[in-house]
């Protein structure tokens, strides 16, 4: 009995890398000329680059075992960095958050923040970080309420949270979940200080996990088919046959896992199953190409008050590269690419006056989908995986779990739904 998963995002492949392993045959059926999904190699020029700048974080246990499951040394394809991010901001001092330092973790963090926010700065975040418990038990609220509960100081509301909350959940504080936000807020600083690391993928992400995982499938019995688009979902009696594809052609299954993104996945399943289509969230990210001598003086810096949110350097790929990220709705929707590129390469030339005021090169990247919204009680809208159609099944990240779009979430979802198949 073969299984069939349609969508070779982060989320089908871990759902086909499980089922394989299990012994379990697999076909697996994608849309695009290439796998990875929303984390997929793009190219320019003459360089392979990730279609959006990709930050995972050491606590992403499951993303690393699968990697590690098909023979990636997760030490040789990550840059692993303990916290070490400075924000930097027009009106305020810079923020420094880092466990740098002798003391035991959490104590190294709060002791650098007490460094650059102050005492008080230190008293806040703390003041956060134990309401934690009571917000998760509690019904939903927003970002901004529950930052005005724990009363954050303004400052640290704009250097710190506001950036932290879209980097995590790509959505505005003003309707970001505050449960989301906890929730990450206490995996990612309440554990151990490796869970809090920071992974920066030093080669692209297509070349990091898809071709991996293309290998082992194949290699174990498994078929991928690339350019394959599932057009018709065919089921009779409530129980899944197969799928019809865009060309026509009719693939018989008798069990399916349907691994898209939120919008993919409730058009396709439309006309058996109503789900909720959450709101979708873009991320821009702006390559800038500078002279091949220019350097960050870190491998990642955050930037507050301004559209550009973090800057990543990205020399050890090709000398003298920085990506740009910008996350969630906002204002740079309204410019133009060629606008956009001058307002960003000012802002960090204004925040870094060592980093030049033009580029040579520039490539701009929206991806307008990039993540469903994070919006309060988004919880109680995610299906979950097994559906009421007999064989029919659910992966991709915005499936039922505790996180927000990841890619941890991703493959969470994947191989819990070859378990439950299983
Ligand atoms: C720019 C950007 C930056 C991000 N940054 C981070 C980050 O820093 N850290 C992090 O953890 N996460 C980040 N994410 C989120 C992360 O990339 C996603 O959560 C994850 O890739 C989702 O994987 P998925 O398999 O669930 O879905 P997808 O990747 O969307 O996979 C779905 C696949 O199905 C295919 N498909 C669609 N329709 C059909 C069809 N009808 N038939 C067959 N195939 C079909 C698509 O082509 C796609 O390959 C980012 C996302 C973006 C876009």
């Not at 002798?102 to 460094?115: G, R």
């Not at 509960?149 to 932290?164: A, C, D, F, G, V």
């Not at 802002?347 to 307008?368: D, G």
Request: glycine letters at 8%; proline letters at 5%.
């Amino acid at each position: 009995m073969t299984t069939l998963i349609i969508g070779g995002g982060w989320s089908g492949l871990a759902a086909a890398i499980t089922l394989t392993q299990q012994g379990h045959a697999v076909h697996l059926i994608e849309s695009a000329k290439q796998l990875g999904g929303r984390a997929r190699n793009v190219q320019w020029q003459d360089q392979t680059l990730d279609n959006g700048q990709h930050l995972m974080i050491g606590a992403y246990d499951r993303m690393l075992a699968i990697m590690q499951l098909i023979g990636i040394d997760n030490n040789e394809v990550f840059h692993r960095y303990p916290i070490d991010i400075s924000i930097l901001d027009s009106e305020f001092s810079p923020l420094h958050l880092s466990t740098s330092g002798w003391l035991p973790w959490p104590l190294s963090l709060s002791w650098n923040l007490t460094k650059s926010a102050g005492v008080t700065g230190l008293i806040h975040v703390a003041r956060l970080q134990t309401s934690i418990p009571r917000v998760l038990s509690t019904p939903d609220i927003t970002v901004q309420e529950w930052l005005g509960n724990t009363k954050q100081s303004p400052r640290l509301i704009k250097q710190l949270w506001e950036p932290m909350c879209l980097a995590t959940l790509n959505t505005p504080i003003d309707h970001a979940s505050a449960h989301l936000l906890a929730k990450v807020l206490q995996d990612s600083l309440g554990k151990s200080k490796s869970d809090a690391d920071l992974l920066i993928p030093k080669y692209p992400l297509g070349d990091l996990f898809p071709q991996k995982a293309t290998d082992y499938i194949e290699q174990n019995g498994g078929k991928i088919s690339l350019r394959t688009r599932a057009d018709t979902l065919i089921v009779q009696d409530n129980k899944v046959q197969g799928v019809m594809t865009q060309g026509g052609q009719t693939i018989t299954a008798d069990q399916l896992i349907v691994a898209l993104s939120p919008s993919q996945t409730s058009d396709l399943l439309a006309p058996l199953i109503k789900l909720n289509k959450p709101t979708e969230y873009p991320i821009c990210t702006v390559y800038l190409q500078y002279s091949s001598d220019t350097r960050l003086p870190s491998a990642m810096l955050g930037l507050s008050g301004t559209i550009s949110q973090w800057i990543f350097d990205r020399s050890e790929q090709t000398a003298g590269l920085m990506a740009v990220v910008i996350s969630g709705p906002g204002k740079h929707e309204t410019l133009d690419k060629k606008q956009l590129v001058e307002k960003v390469c000012q802002e960090i030339h204004q925040l870094l006056p060592a980093m030049p005021a033009t580029v040579e090169h520039s490539f701009v990247i929206r991806e307008k989908r990039a993540t469903f919204a994070c919006t309060v009680n988004v919880e109680q809208s995610r299906p979950q995986c097994k559906t009421a159609v007999e064989g029919l099944y659910l992966a991709g990240d915005f499936v039922a779990n505790a996180y927000p779009a990841t890619l941890e979430g991703a493959v969470r979802n994947g191989e819990s739904c070859a378990k439950q198949l299983l």
